[in-house]
């Protein structure tokens, strides 16, 4: 069996959400199926985690400082929660350059080291890291920045490269959900009629996520986790479909933000 190709941006389309933050009319958008609505060329730009961010912090007030986390527990056996887990640290990577915070950046940045011991990369990924804190360590954070979204790139594909292609979704699929778990808090903490429409980035990026949990193997679906996480997305999916021309309101948001928390904390129970 061929790997699947590396699916290492997300789509957004900027028009939409400029739209969103004006007119309401993206949410007309369907998110009953499994296919993202479509989009032109000229709306559609391939994002990098780093883009996400950066976009999010244009549009509202976000300090991202509020947002950074305890370290995860140990490492488990578990492959594909490990996976996950390492996906959310990658994530909050993004989230600790966005903050600038040196010292939380090499904290993270050894979490991140453990986990990929624990999927046999460490080696072959400890040059990267420990350059990336020496980055840090000298505020050279637009270098950073694309060493970042390069390293997330590398080791979605030596995974693909060696036949891991569910660890690969796996720690895309945590670090989006991180993602979206940050950028709903950011939009919790500043909950007005403009913020509420970024707790999901666009219903584009929730159907990619989508995509991406649908693109694990069936016997990842049978397991109690995945199947948490599929059955919470799929609620999350439901808060906002269907709302037409309507703003979400502040009840939508906060369901929202309560699912992915239940999410992250799905990934690290044991």
């Excluded at 970042?148 to 080791?155: C, E, I, P, T, W």
């Excluded at 808090?185 to 970024?198: D, F, G, I, K, W």
């Amino acid at each position: 069996m061929s790997a699947l190709p590396p699916r290492p941006r997300r789509t957004l389309c900027f028009v939409a959400l400029g739209l969103c933050l004006g007119g309401m009319s993206v949410w007309a958008a369907d998110l009953s199926t499994d296919t993202a609505p479509p989009a032109t060329t000229a709306a559609v730009a391939d994002q990098t985690p780093a883009d996400f961010l950066d976009s999010i912090g244009l549009r509202t007030k976000a300090r991202w400082r509020l947002q950074f986390r305890p370290p995860p527990p140990t490492p488990p056996t578990d492959r594909g929660r490990a996976a996950l887990i390492l996906g959310g640290l990658m994530a909050d990577s993004f989230l600790v350059w966005q903050a600038g915070d040196a010292q939380q950046f090499r904290n993270n940045n050894q979490e991140v080291l453990s986990y990929c011991r624990m999927l046999g990369l460490g080696e072959k990924l400890l040059p990267r890291l420990m350059a990336q804190g020496k980055m840090a360590e000298s505020s050279a954070w637009k270098e950073l920045r694309s060493e970042l979204v390069d390293s997330h790139q590398v080791l979605i594909r030596m995974l693909r490269d060696q036949m891991d292609n569910d660890l690969a979704v796996l720690i895309d699929l945590g670090l989006w959900l991180r993602l979206l778990d940050i950028v709903s808090s950011v939009v919790v903490e500043n909950a007005t009629a403009e913020t509420r429409p970024l707790c999901i980035g666009s219903p584009l990026v929730l159907q990619e996520i989508r995509d991406d949990f649908n693109r694990l193997g069936l016997p990842k679906h049978e397991e109690p986790m995945i199947k948490h996480i599929g059955t919470a997305l799929e609620e999350i999916s439901g808060l906002w479909r269907g709302r037409g021309q309507a703003a979400p309101t502040e009840e939508q948001v906060t369901k929202t933000h309560e699912k992915l928390k239940e999410i992250m904390q799905a990934m690290v129970e044991k």
